[in-house]
């Protein structure tokens, strides 16, 4: 799956290769890591597992080098969510939202940057849902309601530790584990990529038997999905217990959140008793 920068199916779309990619606290054969993403080109990539503790800033801009990108946000803040650029995005503004804490588990939460390419805006976002069925669906719904506070289009990357329900748009009724109410929350108003591009619904996990379609990538309505692939090759069973997942959108120049619209006509019609 090569980059193409051709517009969009009608031509006027600004087109945009996305990325998102468990890449397991860099644990596994970092060579491959690299040359996967290299070979990959995508113009954000949105990670989860990066670095966050000791020589967090040094690591993340060294592991950003590696894949010929720069540090757009994340990290330490992040929680271990990073968002990567390549030099033809430009990124105005960052935040982080933190999940509450359950005593005993790991700190979670979601990165966000606002994001240029040429006159198309967008926000890029990331998150790393808790392995914790308990946990999820609370993270779910904060996830949910940043993305919907949005006011420009928002391209979310999210390892969210629970397939799709079955019976769910892309969802696998053999998948395993079931799955849960996360998924479905998350997706709330989004489109899933693998939908849009009406791609099989292949598993992202494990790298050594994948059986779980663990990993997403979620768009605004307004974004145009062009492809999508998760990408498994023999050098990405050695770079992670992850599949990176690729996808190939078209962002209309001037577009906004169409979520963000639905949302706002949603509350206006609980406040007028519709």
């Known amino acids: 799956m090569r980059r193409d920068q051709t517009p969009g199916s009608d031509g006027t779309g600004v087109r945009l290769r996305v990325l998102t990619y468990n890449i397991h606290g860099q644990r596994d054969d970092r060579t491959a890591l690299a040359a996967v993403v290299r070979e990959l080109a995508p113009d954000v990539a949105i990670l989860q597992e990066a670095p966050r503790r000791f020589r967090w800033r040094h690591k993340c801009a060294a592991l950003a080098d590696a894949f010929g990108m720069v540090v757009g946000a994340g990290g330490l803040p992040g929680l271990g969510n990073l968002l990567l650029t390549s030099l033809r995005v430009s990124v105005t503004d960052s935040w982080v939202i933190r999940y509450p804490l359950t005593p005993g588990r790991h700190l979670r939460g979601a990165v966000f940057a606002r994001c240029a390419v040429g006159p198309v805006r967008f926000v890029l976002a990331g998150s790393h849902l808790a392995t914790d069925a308990g946990e999820r669906p609370a993270q779910a719904r904060a996830l949910r309601e940043a ?22 748009d892309g ?49 605004d309505p307004s974004v145009e999905v062009l492809d999508y692939q998760v990408v498994d090759t023999p050098m990405t069973r050695r770079a992670s217990d992850h599949f990176p997942v690729v996808a190939d959108l078209s962002l209309a120049v001037n577009g906004g959140s169409a979520l963000a619209a639905e949302s706002g006509s949603a509350r206006g019609l609980d406040k007028r008793g519709g």
């Open 171 to 219: 969802g696998d009724a053999g998948a395993e584990p079931p799955g849960g109410s996360a998924w479905a929350t998350v997706c709330d108003g989004l489109t899933d990529a693998v939908v849009a591009a009406d791609r099989p619904d292949a598993a992202t996990f494990p790298c050594a038997d994948p059986r779980r379609r663990l990993d997403a990538i979620f768009v």
């Open 147 to 168: 993305c919907r506070a949005l006011d420009q289009p928002v391209i979310l990357g999210v390892d969210v530790n629970e397939t799709p329900a079955p019976g769910d």
